[in-house]
Structure formats: C-alpha cells, structure tokens
Nanobody
Framework: VQLQASGGGLVQTGGSLRLSCAAS????????MGWFRQAPGKERDLVAR????????FYDRSVKGRFTISRDNAKSTVYLQMNSLKPEDTGVYYC?????????????WGQGTQVTVSS
C-alpha cells in the first residue's frame, strides 16, 4: 500500500494550495480518506475526512469554509483544496486511509507534504 502526497509549498496569507494524494496497492473506493495536519511541536490532527463513496465529509472547525476535500475514485486520488490560508495552517500534511471496518484505525499513511503560510 502506498499513499503519495504532493502539492505542498510556501504561500502567503490568503493564498491557496491544492494537495493531492495518489493511492496504490489498495481498493481505493472502499477506503474513507483523510487529511491530517501536524504543526511544529504539536500532535497530528485530522482536518478533513471523506467517505469511501464521496457523499459524506467532515471538517475540523479550524478549516471549515476554507478547505474542501474531494476524491476521484477512478484515479485513486484524494484532494484537499485549501483557500484563505492562514499562518496557523502551517505544518506537514498527511493523507491517510481508513478501510472497513471504518472508524477503528487509520490503516495507511502517506509520507507528508510541507505547507508553509507566511504572514
């Protein structure tokens, strides 16, 4: 199983980035997918989650209204569109997959991509 995250970078406050996570070695359409953020010196926190079918999403309150998670099951890829970025959005972003039974544990992790928002 491999999750390859990409799309991070340096952006100014108010800017946008789109993260991508390409999956291989798993039946992608059966996995809920999530994006986590780990800020320097802090724990890794879930910021967005999307169901296997794509019809249900969850957002942490800190990103709701600014970030959008989506997926393309035909391409085995999950995306995170990040708009109106703030310095507090800085961190390493990881994608992860949760296969059935759902909600027990995150079964697969990507390597992380750095997002830095300058003030």
């Amino acid at each position: 199983v491999q999750l390859q995250a990409s799309g991070g970078g340096l952006v100014q406050t108010g800017g946008s980035l789109r993260l991508s996570c390409a999956a291989s070695g798993l039946t992608f359409s059966r996995f809920d997918m999530g994006w986590f953020r780990q800020a320097p010196g802090k724990e890794r926190d879930l910021v967005a989650r999307i169901s296997a079918s794509g019809d249900s999403t969850f957002y942490d309150r800190s990103v709701k209204g600014r970030f959008t998670i989506s997926r393309d099951n035909a391409k085995s890829t999950v995306y995170l569109q990040m708009n109106s970025l703030k310095p507090e959005d800085t961190g390493v972003y990881y994608c992860a997959g949760d296969g059935p039974p759902y909600g027990v544990s995150w079964d697969a992790w990507g390597q992380g991509t750095q997002v830095t928002v300058s003030s």
